[in-house]
């Protein structure tokens, strides 16, 4: 692989996510490589033996680093500022390799319990098997947060905003926590992408990636990635990543890699139209709330302005006008199945309009009663806008809206 022509310094974000690791082949094209191999031949068994030692530099095997792939990863760590980056096979393998790699049998992580539902499975069931304690905290009260630190607290893990009901935290707050306790901050930033926000500068250790959502951007890969430090990822993650082998495709690193050039454009867009779209729920008659951070009535609107470069986000969550959970779920169905355009499906991340009911989908798995804990109501449709035409998403929620009795 022919290096590219170094980057000056100081180049913006939207430059960076085209010209960043420009991967070239010997044929020097335009559009980056595709390295599409399990192995690597080596030029003799003496150079084989010091690559596997790690005395030197060089491909062995794409379980453990591929060309493609690299190029992916420094890309994205330009994006989010950070030292390194390593891809995974997806964005709950991202968080399994981060907890195999930072965790042991006997410590404690502060979790915020709005975050992803796989998420929660994850480190209160799976590393809760293998010893690993965890507290689950609400997402905006820091001094929850601050409470529940304890000697063997090593982890701090947050997601913002959250899915549904999109709820901001403070990052910079929970970093200073963090720091006091002598443990790292995560933070998820699958629904801003570094196109909005990008923790590292707050103040966070690790950014999470689900690649699958706003990176790929067109719904084509699942994919996940991990923005750190160089030293945790030789120290805690290519370990664990060599043995474990949750390693991101070099096909689905290179479509990410591919998307990350429009991001951007497509944040800005998408967080426009879901601004548009929600300004134009919160006035409809049939609508008696809608989440979104970027309307003044949100809770958090400041911080997520501030935290989230003046954009709210492409999700937004409405409650449709009710009485009870049997009217409210009936309701929220009848404004789902009246959509024409809209995708009905619970990924979000994508050029297409998805609309779903979380209740029923993405958080069918809990109980009634933890469900109206969370907040997440029988009514309430999250909408993941798209880059089609505003007038037409509205078009396509007044179908459904206008006709409920
Ligand atoms: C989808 C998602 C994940 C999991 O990502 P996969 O690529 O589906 O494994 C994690 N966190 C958030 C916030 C997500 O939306």
Redesign the pocket.
Same mark, same amino acid.
């Given at each position: 692989m022919a290096a590219s022509k170094p980057l000056p310094q100081g180049l913006h974000l939207q430059t960076l996510a085209v010209r960043e690791a420009e991967a070239k082949s010997q044929f020097g094209e335009n559009s980056e490589a595709l390295y599409l191999t399990s192995s690597f031949v080596q030029p003799d068994a003496a150079t084989a033996a010091r690559r596997f030692a790690g005395e030197e530099d060089g491909y062995i095997y794409s379980r453990f680093t591929n060309p493609t792939v690299a190029s992916m990863e420094q890309r994205l760590a330009a994006l989010e500022g950070t030292e390194a980056c390593m891809g995974t096979s997806?964005?709950? $393998? +991202?968080?399994l390799l981060m907890c195999m790699g930072l965790l042991k049998a006997g410590d404690h992580v502060v979790c915020s319990q709005s975050?992803?539902g $796989?998420?929660i499975k994850l480190i209160a069931g799976e590393f809760g098997k293998f010893g690993v304690q965890s507290t689950f905290v609400s997402q905006t009260d820091v001094s929850a947060w601050q409470a529940a630190i304890q000697p063997n607290t090593k982890l701090l893990f947050a997601?913002t905003p959250?899915?549904p009901l999109t709820e901001v935290c403070d990052i910079a707050a929970l970093a200073a926590v963090a720091r006091k306790a002598g443990a790292w901050l995560a933070v998820?930033n699958?629904?801003c992408s570094p196109a909005l926000q990008q923790p590292a500068k707050l103040g966070a250790d690790l950014i999470?990636h689900?690649?699958?959502?706003y990176l790929d951007g067109q719904g084509r890969v699942? +994919?996940?990635a991990i923005c750190c430090s160089q030293q945790l990822i030789d120290e805690k993650f290519m370990p664990v990543m060599r043995s474990a082998g949750m390693s991101l495709s070099p096909f689905n690193a290179w479509v990410v890699l591919k998307g990350l050039e429009t991001l951007s454009i497509r944040m800005k867009a998408q967080s426009d139209n879901a601004l548009a779209l929600a300004t134009w729920l919160e006035a409809h008659p049939q609508v008696a709330r809608v989440y979104y951070p970027g309307l003044k009535s949100h809770p958090q609107h400041e911080l997520a302005l501030r935290q989230q470069s003046g954009l709210g986000g492409a999700v937004l969550s409405f409650d449709v006008k009710a009485q009870g959970p049997e009217q409210s779920r009936q309701k929220a169905f009848h404004v789902i199945d009246h959509t024409e355009v809209m995708s009905i499906t619970a990924?979000?991340?994508d050029t297409k309009t998805t609309i779903t009911h979380p209740a029923s989908t993405s958080h069918g798995r809990l109980t009634e009663v933890q469900r109206q804990a969370a907040g997440i109501g029988q009514g309430l449709v999250r909408v993941a806008v798209g880059l089609e035409h505003v007038d037409d998403l509205k078009a396509d929620l007044a179908r459904g809206l206008d006709t409920l009795i």
């Amino acid at each position: 692989m022919a290096a590219s022509k170094p980057l000056p310094q100081g180049l913006h974000l939207q430059t960076l996510a085209v010209r960043e690791a420009e991967a070239k082949s010997q044929f020097g094209e335009n559009s980056e490589a595709l390295y599409l191999t399990s192995s690597f031949v080596q030029p003799d068994a003496a150079t084989a033996a010091r690559r596997f030692a790690g005395e030197e530099d060089g491909y062995i095997y794409s379980r453990f680093t591929n060309p493609t792939v690299a190029s992916m990863e420094q890309r994205l760590a330009a994006l989010e500022g950070t030292e390194a980056c390593m891809g995974t096979s997806s964005g709950m $393998s +991202a968080i399994l390799l981060m907890c195999m790699g930072l965790l042991k049998a006997g410590d404690h992580v502060v979790c915020s319990q709005s975050v992803f539902g $796989s998420t929660i499975k994850l480190i209160a069931g799976e590393f809760g098997k293998f010893g690993v304690q965890s507290t689950f905290v609400s997402q905006t009260d820091v001094s929850a947060w601050q409470a529940a630190i304890q000697p063997n607290t090593k982890l701090l893990f947050a997601e913002t905003p959250t899915n549904p009901l999109t709820e901001v935290c403070d990052i910079a707050a929970l970093a200073a926590v963090a720091r006091k306790a002598g443990a790292w901050l995560a933070v998820d930033n699958c629904f801003c992408s570094p196109a909005l926000q990008q923790p590292a500068k707050l103040g966070a250790d690790l950014i999470i990636h689900s690649g699958t959502k706003y990176l790929d951007g067109q719904g084509r890969v699942v +994919a996940g990635a991990i923005c750190c430090s160089q030293q945790l990822i030789d120290e805690k993650f290519m370990p664990v990543m060599r043995s474990a082998g949750m390693s991101l495709s070099p096909f689905n690193a290179w479509v990410v890699l591919k998307g990350l050039e429009t991001l951007s454009i497509r944040m800005k867009a998408q967080s426009d139209n879901a601004l548009a779209l929600a300004t134009w729920l919160e006035a409809h008659p049939q609508v008696a709330r809608v989440y979104y951070p970027g309307l003044k009535s949100h809770p958090q609107h400041e911080l997520a302005l501030r935290q989230q470069s003046g954009l709210g986000g492409a999700v937004l969550s409405f409650d449709v006008k009710a009485q009870g959970p049997e009217q409210s779920r009936q309701k929220a169905f009848h404004v789902i199945d009246h959509t024409e355009v809209m995708s009905i499906t619970a990924n979000l991340g994508d050029t297409k309009t998805t609309i779903t009911h979380p209740a029923s989908t993405s958080h069918g798995r809990l109980t009634e009663v933890q469900r109206q804990a969370a907040g997440i109501g029988q009514g309430l449709v999250r909408v993941a806008v798209g880059l089609e035409h505003v007038d037409d998403l509205k078009a396509d929620l007044a179908r459904g809206l206008d006709t409920l009795i």
